[in-house]
């Protein structure tokens, strides 16, 4: 190969691995388009405003304003990377705050921006609080779930993550926003 040719390749491969070529799209999405159609988000990355709380059993991003008649899918969170989120929602689920590796769910690795945003999102939320922020995160629909929920025969749930698997997940990748004011109960 000339040189120049090798020059010429050189530049094609750094065009196509630079970081603004990978770069992934994310979607803007609300709770209740996730709840409405989570098998439409599975495995993307979203940008998505709630309320995020947590507590014994609990890493949530409320779904109460789009809650459907027979949909009983909810949104359990964790933070992506190597930090925990430190919640506890089952039997010999660790609380440790890190694991040793980025977080892999369904063979997709994970990440977390640790900014100064995420550090006041955890410490507003941990280990019982409740804030309305901006995140991006990878969603994770799980599966459906025909479990027959208050005894209605035509309810559903997507689940398979969080408190005895019943929720869908939203592993957190960056707070983007946090709103300052508090949030009532």
Same mark, same amino acid.
């Given at each position: @190969?000339?040189?120049?040719g090798g020059v010429t390749f050189a530049l094609l491969i750094y065009v196509l691995f630079m970081p603004s070529a990978r770069s992934e799209e994310v979607l803007q999405a609300t709770v %209740?388009?996730?709840?409405?159609?989570?098998?439409?988000?599975?495995?993307?990355?979203?940008?998505?405003?709630?309320?995020? /709380?947590?507590?014994?059993?609990?890493?949530?991003?409320?779904?109460?304003? %789009?809650?459907?008649?027979?949909?009983?899918?909810?949104?359990?969170?964790?933070?992506?990377g190597r930090?925990?989120?430190?919640?506890?929602? %089952? %039997?010999?689920? /660790? @609380?440790e705050r890190s694991r040793p590796e980025d977080l892999v769910v369904d063979g997709i690795t994970t990440s977390l921006i640790e900014d100064d945003r995420f550090r006041e999102f955890d410490n507003r939320v941990h280990p019982t609080g409740r804030v309305r922020?901006?995140?991006?995160?990878?969603?994770?629909?799980?599966h459906r779930s025909d479990r027959r929920i208050f005894k209605?025969?035509?309810?559903?749930m997507w689940g398979g993550y969080g408190h005895m698997g019943m929720y869908s997940l939203l592993v957190i990748q960056q707070v983007v926003e946090i709103d300052s004011s508090p949030v009532l109960k």
């Open positions: @190969m000339s040189f120049r %209740c388009e996730i709840i409405a159609d989570p098998i439409s988000f599975d495995h993307k990355l979203v940008e998505i405003q709630g309320i995020a /709380s947590q507590g014994m059993e609990n890493f949530s991003l409320s779904t109460k304003p %789009c809650h459907q008649k027979n949909n009983f899918t909810g949104i359990w969170l964790e933070y992506g930090v925990r989120s430190g919640a506890k929602f %089952c %039997c010999g689920v /660790s @609380m922020a901006k995140l991006i995160g990878r969603y994770f629909a799980g209605d025969p035509d309810s559903y």
